[in-house]
């Protein structure tokens, strides 16, 4: 369970500022590169031109470009939130 003291604590930094301003300029960045949809990525793999790809099912192809192996997805796993 997540404390109600941190639920507030984030839900008051999510409306301050700081995010706001990390938001906006992370928009300008995905409009700058071209981002269409979520999840955007560029990648940048050794040795070779960067380029973008959109969609969580690209994390293999990603792992074959940057020469990483690629483990799949774990449906065993559970999520603490």
Same mark, same amino acid.
């Given at each position: 369970?997540?404390?109600?003291?941190?639920?507030?604590?984030?839900?008051?930094?999510a409306n301050g500022t700081v995010v706001k301003a990390q938001? %906006?300029?992370?928009?300008?960045?995905?409009?700058?590169?071209?981002?269409?949809?979520?999840?955007?990525?560029?990648?940048?793999?050794?040795? %070779?031109?960067? $380029?973008?790809? *959109?969609?969580?099912?690209? $994390?293999?192809?990603?792992? *074959?470009?940057?020469? %990483?192996?690629?483990?799949?997805?774990?449906m065993q796993l559970k999520s603490h939130l």
């Amino acid at each position: 369970d997540i404390p109600d003291s941190l639920v507030a604590k984030l839900l008051n930094d999510a409306n301050g500022t700081v995010v706001k301003a990390q938001l %906006k300029q992370n928009t300008e960045e995905a409009v700058e590169v071209g981002a269409y949809g979520s999840p955007t990525m560029v990648v940048h793999p050794d040795g %070779k031109d960067s $380029f973008l790809t *959109f969609g969580s099912d690209r $994390f293999e192809q990603i792992a *074959f470009v940057c020469n %990483k192996p690629y483990y799949g997805v774990n449906m065993q796993l559970k999520s603490h939130l």
